[in-house]
């Protein structure tokens, strides 16, 4: 199941030491081996629903919204590390880590076909942070709504109590200062997230909220020049984008709903030059064309894993509210199995931060497998036989792959088990509902590399009704443990925290972790880089290059 990453909301420390920081200056390309110029074409397996960085959540969205027709304040670049972009560096912070101010850029400028350009003010990012918060938002509030709650006055703004956001002020036209309510160490990161970049006033009036989507003006390294919704969007070279030299492309051209085999078949043929997801193709596809010698060279060494997949269980239906089943469940997963499935693509899995994440610990324990302890917990429980239903998303790459290996531990361990295969877009719409489903399959790929992002979307009171938390699990002692990691700096203290956070979402059984899926990023004979990112965006843009 496919399973995006959207951060909670953010509620403590707000501090100038950032990990992983890039330098002031923009983001450092992956490489340079081509010559500037050409286009190419890109295929996507699903569809893009638009490109209204406030309303982005599918893949082709956000990677076209954040990676080539937007600027943030800040981003995560292709290093994993968060770096300025329109901002002109890091903020100034003052007040007990809870007001900063940022200075812009001079001469970065909203551009668009049709739209005539004029330059981002720190006015621009008032109206894009209280944009997102909007409760009345059109076509619906900013899933990204969350990011922004920890700003003084959002409280009451989002409770439509407010016309504006008392914590947003314009110092001078390039100086915006922000103040919180609360500290936020995480509130920097969320910056760079893709509902707070930066959107221009002027175009959203001229055709409103709703059809922004479709007519998106940005300061992005690239404008959109034609969409054929469902089928491809066409970006042109933006000449007014303000890093120097960038971009090296003079358009891509994004396909949409070409399958996963038909891309795969396309790109073999010559017909694309890339494949969007590749990072989401079956694992049997996957392997061949790693193992294929006229193939393999374009497949991108591996980095650190920045996803984990876990096994959601819902809380909130019998007998999975009880702690002993749910521990079943954990020992009765044969994990080892699993990753075999994935042909070299996975690793196993004891924790819920993978490798890419500052607080991810090597030599972390979890339930081990063991279905006879597990059958065995099922008796203590008093379990009846009562079938438990397992959702399987058929459009999904993981899902079926995951699917029968599951059942059949279950089954083994005890459990009378039904499955329940749906289509991606059914899968989609049960899991934001509090009981339409019992467990499912899940993967979370970081937005940037801290725990917070890992933590409070999917495991707090701040995503539990109809949002991220699908395992729609509360506990009191968590949020507390967020409160007080999120009140210290980065670094070692605030690391040992989210240690006792994971050691107890693990322990409670809030997920059962299973293993880091490795991105598998494809390029092809004609690409010197596509800017792949580890961040959920996945690419940026920017830096794509052809050859030859």
Known sequence: MRIRTVAGRLGAALFLAVPAIGAADHFNPARQAAAAGGTLTVAYSIDAATFDPGQSINPPDNGITTGALFSGLYRINVKGQLVPDIAQALPTVTKGQTVFTIHLKHGVMFNGVGYTPREVKAQDVVYTLERTLNPK???????????????????????????????????DPYTVQITLSRPSAAFTYAL???????????????????????HPVGTGPFMLQQWVKGQKAVLVKNPLYFVKGLPYLDGITFQFNVGKQLEVQRWQAGAIDAIGDSSDLPPVTAQGIANDPATAKYVEATQPSPTSNVLYINNLIPPFNNKLVREAVAYAVNKKRLVKYYHGQASLSNQIYPPAVAQHEPSFTSYPY???????????????????????????????????????????????????????????????????????????????????????????????????????????????????AEALPFGPARNAVYGKIQRTLVDDVAAVPLFYRLRFNLDGPHVASLGWSPAYSFNEWAYAQRKG
Do not use: C
């Open 192 to 214: 760079a997230t893709t509902g707070n970049f930066i959107v221009p006033s002027d175009a959203i009036a001229k055709v409103g909220d709703a059809s922004f989507g479709t």
């Open 370 to 484: 063991d279905p006879v302890k597990a059958h065995a917990l099922l008796k203590q429980a008093g379990y009846n036989g009562k079938p438990i239903e397992v959702l399987e998303d058929l459009g999904a790459s993981n899902d079926p792959v995951e699917t029968p290996s599951v059942v059949q531990d279950l089954r083994a361990a005890g459990f009378t088990v039904k499955v329940k295969g749906v289509s991606d877009q059914v899968a989609g719409n049960l899991i934001f509902t509090n009981k339409g489903y019992t467990i499912i399959f899940g993967y979370w790929s970081m937005d940037y590399p801290d725990a917070y992002d890992f933590v409070v979307p999917t495991y707090t009171k701040d995503g539990f009704d109809g949002g991220l938390n699908f395992s729609r699990y509360l506990n009191p002692a968590v949020d507390k443990l967020v409160a007080s």
């Open 137 to 171: 938002l059109k076509p619906g509030v900013s899933p990204f709504q969350g990011n922004d709650t920890a700003i003084a006055g959002a409280d009451v703004y989002v409770a439509g109590k407010a016309k504006h956001v008392s914590g947003l002020k314009v110092l």
